[in-house]
């Protein structure tokens, strides 16, 4: 199964707050990512938080961390229908740098 | 700063028949991956070169699927014969390498693959 998992779809209204949760198996985790993909498009990375924090804002977007639980959301304040999109939760550890692990996805659909 | 290129971004072809995928990386980056993506699934590594030497192709299925970054730079990854199971956008992404402090991957707009 997935080292990375995530909820499927996630429906919130314009200007709520969108909360999506991932949680993870690896131990070794050094870096937890957020990356959105919009239709027909690649990945972008959107914030990523460092395992020794627990916690990283950066404008509208919130991470938070809880590594005893292996637990990563994003908090999105005042969701915008520019929102709607794939998002994913994505794990790397020091002895696999660079090899991304990532969960399904969660897609994010914004209604006016 | 240009992104990651990749053509064609969407092949159409039968099954037992052959494909190719190009990729350039940023300038500069010396990490080229190539990921598998299915329909309704996360990103999953095929293969990590490291300058033009392969890093990590522990999944990918080498009976069918071979890719190369000769020089270093441009990488293509190569499909033959196709299955119905090799459906997939395959995305091309790089980074600076080991040492950059925070792994991020810039990932291309894809290649959809369609296999009937």
């Known amino acids: 199964g997935e080292d990375v998992e995530q909820s499927l779809f996630l429906s919130v209204r314009e200007g709520d707050s969108s909360v999506i949760n991932c949680t993870y198996t690896?131990?070794?985790?050094?870096?937890l990512y957020w990356y959105k993909q919009e239709p027909g498009a690649g990945l972008q990375l959107l914030t990523y938080?460092?395992?020794?924090?627990d916690m990283k804002q950066d404008q509208r977007l919130t991470v938070l961390l809880n590594k005893k639980d292996k637990h990563l959301s994003l908090r999105i304040a005042d969701t915008q229908t520019g929102d709607s999109a794939i998002y994913f939760c994505?794990?790397?550890?020091?002895?696999?740098?660079?090899?991304?692990?990532f969960g399904a996805g969660t897609q994010v659909v914004v209604t006016p | 700063e240009a992104g990651v290129a990749q053509s064609p971004r969407y092949k159409i072809i039968e099954k037992r028949q052959s494909v190719a995928f190009w990729c350039n990386p940023i300038?500069?980056?010396?990490?080229l991956y190539w990921y598998q993506q299915i329909l309704g699934q996360g990103p999953k590594l095929l293969i990590q070169?490291?300058?033009?030497?392969?890093?990590?192709d522990s999944q990918l299925p080498k009976d069918r699927f071979s890719a190369e970054r000769l020089k270093g730079v441009d990488s293509t990854l190569k499909i033959q014969p196709a299955k119905l199971e090799d459906s997939a956008v395959y995305l091309c992404?790089?980074?600076?390498?080991?040492?950059?402090?925070?792994?991020?991957?810039?990932f291309g707009e894809g290649s959809r693959l369609t296999v009937l």
């Open positions: 690896d131990s070794s985790s050094t870096y």
């Open positions: 938080i460092f395992s020794n924090m």
């Open positions: 994505a794990e790397i550890s020091t002895d696999s740098w660079g090899k991304l692990q």
């Open positions: 070169f490291q300058n033009n030497g392969v890093v990590d």
């Open positions: 992404a790089s980074s600076l390498g080991p040492g950059e402090d925070t792994g991020e991957l810039f």
């Open positions: 300038s500069g980056h010396a990490t």
